[in-house]
């Protein structure tokens, strides 16, 4: 069974950085895609980043561009996301993705609050 | 990217009634398209996912539908756990994109 937890959440100063963390499980976590989606509280849910099964290619919506860093470390089946010039409108609840082979499967989701 | 333009997005209904929820793409894809429901405080469930599969465990009045750019999540007899909010997404890109999601309530 695929089990996906995220870490890393907390309170941050508008400026702050923070790593969240996801702890892959289940699934042979090198030959998956892995994602970050967020949602902002009483918003939808937004897509963030995506990185390759090799690390090599990385995507990331907009508004986070040049701030948010997406690495895996396939040897820990650790999956990471580095968020740095962290914005009021970055407070979001982070939830780490996997897109398998046919259907995603999330994670529980760790809080981040900028304030 | 690809815009998936979710409606409505509210709906109010009574238990036991027909509900259809319709998510149009921006751009025609190959069908990997998923259906979420989302109580306040929970992740995100996955219900249907590649358009048209039934998640293990999830309730046999839940269906999903279409292909192109045109899909539908239907609820075929409303019951009293079904009223949450209900989102569709596309993960046929690197760029997965969501609905506004719709939001069921007790008529």
């Known amino acids: 069974e695929v089990q996906l937890v995220e870490s890393g959440g907390g309170l941050v100063q508008p400026g702050g950085s923070l790593r969240l963390s996801c702890e892959a499980s289940g699934f042979t976590f090198s030959y998956y895609r892995m994602n970050w989606v967020r949602q902002a509280p009483g918003k939808g849910l937004e897509w963030v980043a995506n990185?390759?099964?090799?690390?090599?290619?990385?995507y990331y919506v907009d508004s986070v561009k040049g701030r948010f860093s997406i690495s895996r470390d396939n040897a820990k089946n650790l999956l990471y996301l580095q968020m740095n010039s962290l914005r009021d409108e970055d407070t979001a609840i982070y939830y780490c993705?996997?897109?398998?082979?046919?259907?995603?499967?999330w994670g529980q989701g760790t809080l981040v609050t900028v304030s | 990217d690809i815009q998936m333009t979710q409606s409505p997005s509210t709906l109010s209904a009574s238990v036991g009634d027909r509900v259809t929820i319709t998510c149009r793409a921006s751009q025609t894809f190959s069908s990997w398209l998923a259906w979420y429901q989302q109580k306040r405080g929970e992740a995100p469930k996955l219900l249907i996912y590649k358009a048209s599969i039934l998640e293990s465990g999830v309730p046999s009045r839940f269906s999903g539908s279409g292909s192109g750019t045109e899909f539908t999540l239907t609820i075929s007899s409303l019951q009293p756990d079904d009223f949450a909010t209900y989102y569709c997404q596309q993960y046929d890109t690197y760029s997965w994109t969501f609905g506004q999601g719709t939001r069921v309530e007790i008529k």
């Open positions: 993705v996997v897109r398998g082979v046919s259907k995603p499967s």
């Open positions: 990185i390759k099964q090799d690390g090599n290619e990385r």
